[in-house]
């Protein structure tokens, strides 16, 4: 656990409090003997935690934002999207415990299991450090990104903000295509391209073709010059 700890930039006192905030509960129904619990009360902590510095942080930082748009802001920060992004930065996963067949999970499953133990992580460190070192973390992993959500618009619904700004820089109305599709039926993944007329400007995968369609308009959102 020292490579994380060097990764996360915070040396525990208790180390026994990182090891649980990545231990899934499934791995405790494989290890009978396991000394520690699993990490869902430190995930519910995290998560109390984790809300606190973010409202506090917008805030502060956007002191002409309403109420509403505080939230929205607030909310495409902390939603699951964001916070599995940010632990397989810190590449997290490679430190889960799990159970073999959960180790196995891909796709939204996954992502939910690195969402939870970020959170978990962030409760490990509030008991161990105290709210500041919490805080530091949270900011320096987590909230950096705030200034480009904004700025993209990324807080409000990315196909609304994409077909105003194609409308109004190319004058079109952008088009949703499935690309591909894998998988059984009850766990399809599907990729899905958006179009300017014959152009693909951008692309998203997701476990439905709405989730997809949004990570598409995400996607061109972030690559072309009209988003901004």
Known sequence: MES???????SFKDKDLLIQALTHRSYLNEN???????NERLEFLGDAVLELVATEYLFNAY????????????????????????ASELDLGSFLQLS????????????????????????AIYIDGGYKSARDFIIKYLLHKTGDIVEKSLWQDPKSVLQEKAQEYAGVTPAYKTLKEIGPDHSKTFTVGVFLKSEQVGKGTGQSKQEAEIAAAENALGKYPYAT
């Not at 009978?32 to 699993?38: A, F, Q, V």
């Not at 607030?74 to 939603?79: G, K, P």
């Not at 067949?101 to 959170?119: M, P, Q, Y």
Request: proline residues 0%.
């Open 100 to 123: 073999r067949g959960e180790a196995k999970d891909t796709g939204r499953a996954r992502a939910v299991i690195l969402a939870n133990a970020f959170e978990a992580l962030i409760g």
């Open 63 to 86: 002191k002409k934002k309403t109420e509403g748009e505080l939230t929205s802001i607030r909310a495409a920060l902390v939603n699951t999207v964001s916070l599995s992004s940010t």
């Open 32 to 38: 009978k003997t396991y000394k520690l619990d699993h």
């Open 4 to 10: 994380l700890e060097k990764k996360i930039s915070y």
